[in-house]
Each structure stands twice: as C-alpha cells, then as structure tokens.
C-alpha cells in the first residue's frame, strides 16, 4: 500500500512558478512509475507528466512541455513537479500516481493550483 500526499498548490500570477511536491509513505516511491495528472473545472483528467521507475526518463504532455520538469528525490521519498511560466490554462487540481509493475495503482488526493491571469 503507497499513500500519496501532495503539497505546493496555491495561488500565482501568470507567469510564475510553483513547484509541486508528491511524497509517498508506505513503499519507496522509486519502485513505482510516477505520474502527475490534473483536472481543471468541468474537464477530465488529464496527463501532464511522468517518470520512469527503470531508468529516470520523463515524458510531458504537449500543453506543458519546456515549462514543467518532473523530477524525483530518492532520498526523500518524493516527486517533484517544478512549474514555470505558468498560465490560467494551467489551473486545475493536480493529482500524484504512482503505478507499481504489478499493476496496482495508487492516486494522491490532490492539490489546487490557480493561475491568474
């Protein structure tokens, strides 16, 4: 069992930054495929990026791309979402997963991020 707790969120300008942090008791955050999500109001969920549990490697969304960094500490249990250049398309709740190779999947329970503009 992997609990996920994020923290970071807030209120910015556009144009700004956060950093968003996912940090998992239970399990080590390394074994585990690590994903941030988000969902703005009235849309789905959808997928801003991830880091791969066998190599580090990442992958971003288009929407995000040369603007978000996913990172993670192993130390520290933790994940990172460093968000620049933040726009008010970027504000949603923005959500931690973490899937293990077995397939069990496990959801943070998010964190509100709001750009004005």
């Known amino acids: 069992q992997v609990t996920l707790e994020e923290s970071g969120g807030g209120l910015v300008q556009s144009g700004e930054s956060l950093r968003l942090s996912c940090v998992a008791s239970g399990r080590r955050l390394i074994n585990y495929d690590v994903s941030w999500f988000r969902q703005a109001p009235g849309k789905d969920r959808v997928f801003v990026a991830a880091?791969?549990?066998?190599?580090?490697?990442?992958v971003y969304a288009d929407s995000v791309k040369g603007r978000f960094i996913i990172s993670r500490d192993a130390a520290k249990n933790t994940v990172y979402l460093q968000m620049s250049n933040l726009t008010s398309e970027d504000t949603a709740v923005y959500y931690c997963?973490?899937?293990?190779?077995?397939?069990?999947?496990?959801w943070g329970q998010g964190i509100q991020v709001t750009v004005s503009s």
């Open positions: 997963n973490a899937d293990s190779p077995l397939g069990n999947e496990y």
């Open positions: 880091v791969s549990r066998t190599d580090g490697s990442t």
